[in-house]
């Protein structure tokens, strides 16, 4: 057998290959089916285009794989094996799908061992053309369908069950397709079924199922020919994406309401915080406890010479805690002892209210409790601090405040016990602002296998003992130590305001998001779109005390340091983004490296490293080499934070200045 003559003068695509697929030789029609100009491969150029190529190379990416098993498989099993493969479009044609049989021959002249590859005339059957894309349809959860011009109908081909539901009839007129569409997608279909590419993009459209009612599809259609020399065909792809838009609008709900909340507490905080009056501090309280936690009344306690005294909202009214006005803070009821011990009291149980305080008197709806009603209880000053008063919230309807509800309420109890503290001191703003940011500083967590923490931070010397600087460090669920450090905008009560904020927002969000770059992304978003009239930076690590690997990200802040135990220092630049609550739409970045043994992490604020004769460069490297000798010298992380503090307070810095260093041991 003549194999170049015999086998390659075809009028359908063929070529002749090597065992490992290497081009023997190639007609014509192949090579342009293949997107590649006829004398490239044929001729004089031959041997230097095509001869010895491998035939794979010269088929889309898409494709390569199938036809180079395809030729491995006849090559090795010396059998007749066939697969549909697709040849690419060329100048804005469809591509072409075609059935490729592979068969074991044997080149006359040399008596070699060769492998013809050609397509077959599948005119006859062209409903095997579309068996792959049927099944790439089912494995992709998809539905596939054919449309016909010359009829209007529309055909499913299969795919996804659920999918074939939404039709009427598997066979249908386009017609009664389209009146089930919303009107205004009726336009993107019809432009669909007239794509001017080969593939046009996804669309989304509304369909009215006669079942369940609407449905949100996403549509794409590809125009192919069916065999070489064969008809043209538009072919869809459609995906069921109902649940995907349900749960889109849930989550946009559930934001919408948690940007709402957070709007709501910083609010509150900020009320709290300017209240200068004690009239004042009992309007903010009243007006929007309840509101803020969803509580269907609120009643405020405050401590005077012993004794309570007793306001409260429209939700409870003063004749149903009247008893309460006046009581001695000694009488054992649960509003006397929590605000007595700085202990919250939560109760749910009507027989467990009367067991824990048989003689208390004038807890309001006592009868209901156990049923539909609970109570809840926040002291306005911690234990061990002189008794201030707290507040009792009721909840109706069966709601159960969670605990990070209960944990927040605290927080802003905290708040408006300082408020009042300060107020009866009669240096409201000054000493409130102090109170404040020692409530922002929170309690370190101790006893960290393999870490130490320490922090410290030092005011402005300039206007108010109050800033905008803040640290935070507590263990997430999966035991890894979070760690920020920031910075808001100035040095009042308002930059206190704003930093204690930005530091609950991402202790909240850090809850729920693992990764550092997210919670910077979702405060960002927060306070943008609250209006935040202050930005904030920040350093935020996620530290692993099992294996010291770490995560970071920055939100505008200045690098952090490395300290090492042989006294050597690097400084880390990590990715991240802008400050936080000016630009909109912001991902942050964050990178991955390996705290070492007996190395250290020291974060600063800009006071740290800059002050009136020093640069940010000198300043981080001052830093940096006073941590490597802590190090160096034994020092543990509360003596290497004292002393990289007590050198930015010897260079007469102006602004806040915060250290946090954490250890790995």
Same mark, same amino acid.
């Given at each position: 057998m003549d194999a170049s003559d015999g086998l390659l003068r075809r009028a359908e695509p063929a070529a002749l290959l090597t065992l490992d697929g290497a081009i023997r030789d190639l007609n014509a029609a192949m090579a342009t089916a293949l997107g590649r100009p006829a004398e490239q491969c044929l001729g004089r150029n031959f041997g230097e285009q095509c001869l010895g190529r491998d035939f794979g190379d010269l088929w889309p990416a898409s494709q390569r794989v199938s036809v180079e098993n395809l030729v491995v498989h006849v090559a090795r099993s010396k059998t007749v094996a066939m697969r549909i493969m697709e040849f690419p479009g060329q100048g804005g044609a469809p591509p072409v799908a075609c059935l490729i049989e592979a068969r074991p021959v044997k080149d006359s002249a040399g008596d070699e061992q060769l492998v013809w590859v050609h397509a077959l005339d599948a005119r006859n059957d062209l409903a095997s053309l579309l068996i792959p894309f049927r099944l790439a349809a089912e494995a992709a959860d998809l539905g596939l369908w054919m449309y016909s011009a010359h009829d209007r109908r529309?055909?499913?081909? #299969? #795919?996804?069950?659920?999918?074939?539901?939404?039709?009427? !009839?598997?066979?249908?007129?386009?017609?009664?397709?389209?009146? *089930?569409?919303?009107?205004? !997608?009726? *336009?993107?279909?019809? *432009?669909?079924?007239r794509p001017p590419a080969a593939q046009s993009p996804w669309v989304g459209l509304r369909y009215l199922t006669p079942h369940d009612g609407w449905h949100h599809l996403t549509v794409q259609t590809r125009r192919i020919q069916l065999g070489y020399g064969g008809p043209e065909q538009i072919f869809g792809v459609v995906r069921d994406d109902t649940k995907q838009e349900k749960r889109k609008k849930k989550a946009q709900a559930a934001l919408a309401a948690e940007r709402q909340r957070a709007k709501e507490i910083a609010d509150f905080s900020s009320a709290l915080i300017t209240a200068a009056t004690e009239q004042e501090l009992q309007q903010v309280v009243l007006t929007r406890l309840a509101a803020t936690f969803g509580a269907s009344g609120a009643l405020l306690a405050l401590v005077d010479d012993g004794r309570l005294h007793v306001f409260t909202d429209a939700g409870i009214t003063l004749c149903e805690v009247d008893v309460l006005h006046g009581l001695r803070l000694d009488h054992p009821n649960a509003l006397c002892e929590a605000i007595r011990t700085g202990k919250p009291q939560f109760v749910t149980d009507r027989e467990d209210c009367r067991r824990r305080w048989p003689h208390g008197v004038g807890f309001p709806h006592l009868d209901g409790l156990g049923f539909d009603y609970t109570v809840s209880i926040t002291p306005l000053s911690e234990a061990g601090n002189p008794p201030l008063g707290g507040w009792l919230v009721t909840y109706g309807s069966g709601h159960r405040p969670s605990l990070d509800e209960r944990t927040l309420m605290g927080m802003l109890a905290d708040l408006a016990g300082q408020a009042l503290r300060r107020i009866r001191l009669q240096q409201a703003r000054v000493e409130l602002a102090m109170a404040l940011q020692q409530t922002m500083l929170p309690t370190l967590p101790e006893h960290l296998a393999g870490l130490e923490v320490a922090a410290r931070y030092r005011p402005s010397r300039d206007g108010l003992d109050i800033g905008g600087d803040w640290y935070d460090a507590f263990v997430m669920p999966d035991g890894a130590v979070a760690l920020e450090? #920031? !910075?808001?905008? #100035?040095?009042?009560?308002?930059? *206190?305001a704003a930093m204690g904020q930005v530091r609950s927002f991402m202790r909240g969000i850090a809850a729920r998001e693992p990764d550092p770059a997210a919670v910077l992304t979702c405060t960002n978003e927060l306070l943008v779109t609250m209006g935040a009239v202050r930005f904030a930076s920040c350093t935020m690590l996620h530290v692993d005390p099992r294996d010291g690997r770490v995560t970071g990200a920055s939100a505008g802040h200045v690098p952090l340091l490395c300290a090492h135990k042989d006294g050597s220092h690097s400084i880390h630049e990590l990715p991240g983004g802008p400050v936080l609550g000016i630009l909109p739409d912001t991902d942050y970045r964050e990178e991955t490296f390996t705290l070492d043994e007996d190395s250290a992490l020291v974060l600063v604020t800009d006071g740290v490293v800059e002050g009136p004769g020093l640069t940010l460069e000198a300043g981080l490297e001052r830093a940096g080499t006073l941590a490597g000798a802590a190090l160096h010298d034994g020092l543990d992380a509360e003596e290497t934070a004292d002393r990289i503090l007590d050198a930015a307070v010897a260079v007469d810095h102006l602004d806040d200045v915060a250290v946090l260093v954490i250890r790995r041991m």
């Amino acid at each position: 057998m003549d194999a170049s003559d015999g086998l390659l003068r075809r009028a359908e695509p063929a070529a002749l290959l090597t065992l490992d697929g290497a081009i023997r030789d190639l007609n014509a029609a192949m090579a342009t089916a293949l997107g590649r100009p006829a004398e490239q491969c044929l001729g004089r150029n031959f041997g230097e285009q095509c001869l010895g190529r491998d035939f794979g190379d010269l088929w889309p990416a898409s494709q390569r794989v199938s036809v180079e098993n395809l030729v491995v498989h006849v090559a090795r099993s010396k059998t007749v094996a066939m697969r549909i493969m697709e040849f690419p479009g060329q100048g804005g044609a469809p591509p072409v799908a075609c059935l490729i049989e592979a068969r074991p021959v044997k080149d006359s002249a040399g008596d070699e061992q060769l492998v013809w590859v050609h397509a077959l005339d599948a005119r006859n059957d062209l409903a095997s053309l579309l068996i792959p894309f049927r099944l790439a349809a089912e494995a992709a959860d998809l539905g596939l369908w054919m449309y016909s011009a010359h009829d209007r109908r529309l055909e499913w081909l #299969g #795919g996804a069950p659920a999918l074939a539901a939404t039709l009427p !009839d598997p066979d249908t007129y386009l017609s009664t397709v389209i009146s *089930a569409v919303h009107p205004e !997608d009726q *336009a993107p279909l019809a *432009a669909l079924l007239r794509p001017p590419a080969a593939q046009s993009p996804w669309v989304g459209l509304r369909y009215l199922t006669p079942h369940d009612g609407w449905h949100h599809l996403t549509v794409q259609t590809r125009r192919i020919q069916l065999g070489y020399g064969g008809p043209e065909q538009i072919f869809g792809v459609v995906r069921d994406d109902t649940k995907q838009e349900k749960r889109k609008k849930k989550a946009q709900a559930a934001l919408a309401a948690e940007r709402q909340r957070a709007k709501e507490i910083a609010d509150f905080s900020s009320a709290l915080i300017t209240a200068a009056t004690e009239q004042e501090l009992q309007q903010v309280v009243l007006t929007r406890l309840a509101a803020t936690f969803g509580a269907s009344g609120a009643l405020l306690a405050l401590v005077d010479d012993g004794r309570l005294h007793v306001f409260t909202d429209a939700g409870i009214t003063l004749c149903e805690v009247d008893v309460l006005h006046g009581l001695r803070l000694d009488h054992p009821n649960a509003l006397c002892e929590a605000i007595r011990t700085g202990k919250p009291q939560f109760v749910t149980d009507r027989e467990d209210c009367r067991r824990r305080w048989p003689h208390g008197v004038g807890f309001p709806h006592l009868d209901g409790l156990g049923f539909d009603y609970t109570v809840s209880i926040t002291p306005l000053s911690e234990a061990g601090n002189p008794p201030l008063g707290g507040w009792l919230v009721t909840y109706g309807s069966g709601h159960r405040p969670s605990l990070d509800e209960r944990t927040l309420m605290g927080m802003l109890a905290d708040l408006a016990g300082q408020a009042l503290r300060r107020i009866r001191l009669q240096q409201a703003r000054v000493e409130l602002a102090m109170a404040l940011q020692q409530t922002m500083l929170p309690t370190l967590p101790e006893h960290l296998a393999g870490l130490e923490v320490a922090a410290r931070y030092r005011p402005s010397r300039d206007g108010l003992d109050i800033g905008g600087d803040w640290y935070d460090a507590f263990v997430m669920p999966d035991g890894a130590v979070a760690l920020e450090i #920031g !910075d808001a905008q #100035g040095h009042d009560v308002d930059a *206190a305001a704003a930093m204690g904020q930005v530091r609950s927002f991402m202790r909240g969000i850090a809850a729920r998001e693992p990764d550092p770059a997210a919670v910077l992304t979702c405060t960002n978003e927060l306070l943008v779109t609250m209006g935040a009239v202050r930005f904030a930076s920040c350093t935020m690590l996620h530290v692993d005390p099992r294996d010291g690997r770490v995560t970071g990200a920055s939100a505008g802040h200045v690098p952090l340091l490395c300290a090492h135990k042989d006294g050597s220092h690097s400084i880390h630049e990590l990715p991240g983004g802008p400050v936080l609550g000016i630009l909109p739409d912001t991902d942050y970045r964050e990178e991955t490296f390996t705290l070492d043994e007996d190395s250290a992490l020291v974060l600063v604020t800009d006071g740290v490293v800059e002050g009136p004769g020093l640069t940010l460069e000198a300043g981080l490297e001052r830093a940096g080499t006073l941590a490597g000798a802590a190090l160096h010298d034994g020092l543990d992380a509360e003596e290497t934070a004292d002393r990289i503090l007590d050198a930015a307070v010897a260079v007469d810095h102006l602004d806040d200045v915060a250290v946090l260093v954490i250890r790995r041991m």
